[in-house]
């Protein structure tokens, strides 16, 4: 790896790092990696969308003599005019325009392929010749299929209020929020399993492209050996350490004042 | 104060750091876990597997860098995988971040393709990857849905020219590709909404094979598309990614992650379970005042 590089890949792990150091609390360097992030995507994003759309889509089809491209240019020069309060209205015709367009498209698609397919879903008739299915928790299997028409049909009942839920359609209704929760669980059981994994690929990122770089390259004979590497590599650790030190020393001075201890509770 | 009320007050940062030993401890160990490969994980890679060489996939890589940790693998292993058997892919990335994500994921698979490995016991000579020829990355559009409509009828429509620049005709594997009835099946790798356009305005309008990768927090909620066949398969966050790492015999990132996973997810339900208890025995002595 080339010296620059891993002054980049130092900047990274510097920036991770820093978002990391929320856990303990708020602090400059997160607040500097939260701002440099929020920045550097919106710089990002409209240069990707500057030569990604407005010049190939617009630009060169009108260089082109595609003249009738003028008309989407001028609707979309038009939306600026919410920059102006005498003139904000202009906006709303373009504005009314996309709206019209993106309804006229999503209410047919949206119901035919989020609501029907779904419904049609449900009247499959259940497959009762493999009913145990062939392993464990077999989303094929008939059992699973009446599950899911079961919980479907209680889980509807639930969110029936014009009816007291009492009696046997509290039962159902009962079995409908018992569906839901299930639901909920699976859902909560992938979001730990997500957030873990961003975790994990921080410390796979620390690890491998930050510190085994900075010693591997140590190794004379690797051609792109820089002493830099490490030099890099200690200064972050550095950076982290005087700022606890920093904050050991505030959080000394202020022991004997309980009300301004640091801390959150659970 | 006994101590199921101290529990209750504990300082949340006590448990990331305790987290953070346990990820930490399980990472620099060296043991391993077993990744049972499910179904839908399955679906894809055998739609894959069994595809002619030149065939074309598409792969939508609809995800920022925010969401790489989970996602990034699944591209890695996905599109190795079919460049390994010949086939040619299509990118696009839909989402305002994406394109660099693209870049990075080509270069990585391009430099691993470039040694000669054995996959699943066949010997797989190392080779080169062409733009142009390999594959095409189309670039970002805004407004999705949109997009994703008019690349039914012509990718010429909204994408003149590659991400890089070169006119779609005058890319040797776009020649005569148009729309979605001259690919294989549309791969969408997402880490947002964009999923339910790819769903609703592609699928369900055009009716082409999709399959999904998604994060782990979207995973749920996208199973009863499986269950419906809009959606022929789905890898369901690092776990699917370790899964199709797994069936394409080419271990990386997802399946060194999955170790970690089992010892942090043991010591969240513990924690839950302590939780609970002193909760539990706090409202049990309240009302007992």
Redo the contacts between chains.
Sequence with gaps: MEFTTFLWTTVAAFLTLAVFSFLYKDNPMYKFAEHLFVGVSAGYFVIILWHGALVPNLFKKLADGDWWYFVPGILGVMMFARFFKKSSWISRWPLAMYIGISTGLAIPLEMANRVNRQLWAMMEPINWSSFWGERYLDIGSGYSELFIFVGTVSALVYFFFSKAHTGAFGAVAKFGIWTLMLGFGASFGFTVMARISLFINRIQYLDINWGQTAFNAADTSNVNYHAGFQALFWAVWLIFLVYAVFEYKKYLSNKDKPSQAAGTSA | MNFFSKL??????W??LL??IV??TA?YSDFTVPTIVE??TKAIYDFIEALEPGEIIFVAVDY?PSS???LHPMTYALVEHAFRKDLKVIFTALS??G??MVDQAIRDITDSLKLPKTYNGIFYEGKDIVNGIDYTFL????YY??VI?AMGQDYRI????D?Y?TPLDSIPMMRRVHNYDDIAIVVDISSGSIT?AW???G???FDFPLALGL???????Y??F?????VMGLM????GAAQYEQLADNPG?AK??MR??LP??LL?ILFILIGNVGYLATRYKERKV
């Design positions: 209750m007050q504990l300082d949340r940062r448990v990331y987290l953070v990820c930490l990472y179904d839908e920022d790489q940790a989970e305002q971040n394109p660099g670039g970002y559009k805004p849905a949109i409509t909204l994408f003149p020219s991400y620049g339910d769903i609703s305005y699928q369900g309008k994060t782990g927090v979207m995973t749920a909620q199973y009863p499986l269950q419906s066949k809009q369901g966050g690092l776990l990132l060194d992650g970690v996973q942090a997810h969240i």
